[in-house]
């Protein structure tokens, strides 16, 4: 059996970023610059006032001495106005600063009297002027190929009067669920049968990672109807298939895969819940069978569907782990298996506690759950111990 390492490296290795595309900025949040983006306008813009108040030569404010105020700046429009000495200029927050002003006095820190102002405070040069270039300079990097579009991204984007950006492109997927037991939500269950889960759960995450979802579809345990599913199904970037890839007489998708011509690559990876694991292709499709108890679908997905689908976004290899932080486990933990087990915790204040049961059909503890704790095989941990959990949103 290979390990989660071996086969997250083959998956990565086999799927290429597609195509990147302009797109308005509205429409590219969560998703990955397609290159190196450089600042074309200097933040701020040019010199001006961080307050409303007056702007003044700091050097001729001296205790007592009133100055006078000789105009004023509103924002919006440069009046190329000029102060002197013992001069002051009433101005507005983000307005220009004006020729031979070196500072801004609040206006909460000056009593005005007609044409005159008195400054109660001391004033030091620079004070509430926003210096042109201070916070970002031109032709400095502000976004790296591969890296997340975030909101504040966007607003940085925005700034520099970008109205478009390029981003990779957006990894269409196909899911398809299997077995002879399962009802759709909305049905009613006969004996035996149970309500159909995991398609919902893969088209949520799908969705939640960047991906977009073409079809979802469900087959019976039934090979010519499994081959007709996955051949609509081969026609996007990713097909998941879920159940039916374990070892039983009703597992079918292997010997279907083959029927319809698709390689698998690799079967069974060293991990708990998870290990009846599928990859493969078929042309420019990556194909991944689940396993089809909800957990296994979960943790496989997180492991290997997730970073597939960031690659195809053309997201650089920093964005592919899931979060990590420190937690402090509120129980001993122990793995006596011979495969890592991602555990299912909740995170209380700092503090990991196991939450339902952990075996893979415990579809209640995955929902409660907030944190997955990857165990190693023979791994003892104690109450107490720091550890690092992979945070699940
Ligand atoms: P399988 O991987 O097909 O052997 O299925 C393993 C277990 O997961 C069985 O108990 C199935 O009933 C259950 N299962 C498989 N597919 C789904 C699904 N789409 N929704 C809910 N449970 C499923
Ligand atoms: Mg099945």
Redesign the pocket.
Do not use: C, K, M, Q
């Given at each position: 059996m290979i390990t989660e390492d071996e086969a997250l490296a083959h998956i990565l290795e086999s799927v290429k970023p597609l195509g990147s595309r302009r797109v308005p900025l509205a429409q590219a949040r969560e998703r990955f610059s397609a290159r190196d983006i450089f600042a074309g306008v200097a933040l701020p813009v040019f010199d001006n006032s961080a307050m409303d108040g007056y702007a003044i030569v700091a050097s001729s404010c001296e205790a007592g001495k009133s100055q006078r105020v000789i105009g004023e700046q509103p924002a919006g429009l440069d009046r190329r106005l000029r102060i002197g000495p013992g001069e002051a200029l009433r101005i507005f927050t983000g307005a220009p600063l004006p020729a031979g002003a070196d500072a801004v006095v609040m206006q909460e820190d000056v009593r005005r009297e007609g044409a005159e102002i008195f400054i109660n405070t001391k004033v030091e040069p620079g004070e509430f002027i926003r210096r042109r270039g201070s916070d970002l300079s031109e032709g400095q990097k502000i976004l790296g190929a591969g890296e997340r579009i975030r909101p504040q991204t966007l607003a940085l984007l925005a700034s520099q009067g970008l109205a478009e950006i390029e981003v990779g492109g957006e990894a269409r997927t196909a899911i398809i669920?299997?077995?002879d037991?399962?009802v759709a939500p909305g049905g009613s269950l006969g004996p035996g049968q149970?309500?159909?889960?995991?398609?919902t759960?893969l088209q949520a995450l799908c969705e939640k990672w960047g991906a977009s979802v073409a079809a979802v579809e469900?087959s019976d345990?039934e090979a010519q109807s499994i081959e007709a599913a996955l051949r609509r199904g081969l026609e996007n970037d990713i097909l998941i298939i879920?159940?039916?890839?374990?070892v039983?007489a009703?597992?079918l998708v292997k010997p279907a895969l083959n029927a319809v011509g698709a390689q698998t690559d690799l079967w069974r990876v060293s991990v708990k819940p998870g290990k009846?694991f599928l990859f493969g292709r078929a042309g420019k499709c990556a194909i991944f069978g689940?396993?089809?108890?909800?957990v296994?679908?979960f943790v496989t997905f997180l492991l290997f569907v997730r970073p597939a689908i960031l690659r195809l976004m053309g997201a650089g290899a920093d964005e592919l782990p899931l979060r990590k932080y420190d937690v402090q486990l509120a129980e001993d933990l122990q793995n006596p298996g011979d495969r890592p087990h991602y555990v299912r915790g909740r995170v209380v204040q700092g503090k990991f506690t196991v939450v339902g049961r952990q075996e893979?059909?415990a579809?209640y503890g995955l929902s409660r759950a907030k944190a997955l704790l990857r165990v190693a095989p023979g791994e003892t941990l104690s109450s107490g111990a720091t550890v690092s959990a992979l945070a699940l949103d």
């Open positions: 669920s299997t077995g037991e399962l149970i309500y159909e889960s995991n398609s759960l469900h345990d879920v159940g039916g890839v374990s039983g009703r597992d009846p689940l396993p089809g108890n909800p296994s679908a893979s059909h579809l």
